[in-house]
């Protein structure tokens, strides 16, 4: 099944498909992400000539790991955010 993804959420191996349990596939639906979907995450791209060359990628659904979630649960000035104030900065 082919998803969107923006490709600037690359993290090590892994690609951040969305900030909750829900991606949008090609047309716009709505999917559900569960741990071992095997899914073909996309974004549309242009090449320096301006032709279509989107960016493409292959895998199977993963949890975020916790380093992730660490990251994704802190506001931009390093602090937790509100209702996460056991969360430290790493």
Known sequence: MRVRAHFNG???N???LS???VCKDESGAEVVLRGGMLLT???EDTDKNGERDDLIATGTVL???DSVRSIDA???NGRPVA???NRTAS
């Open 10 to 12: 690359v993290f090590g």
């Open 14 to 16: 892994f690609l951040c």
């Open 19 to 21: 900030h909750s349990a």
């Open 41 to 43: 995450p996309f974004d």
């Open 63 to 65: 949890p975020s790991p």
């Open 74 to 76: 802190m506001a931009a």
């Open 83 to 85: 209702g996460d104030a």
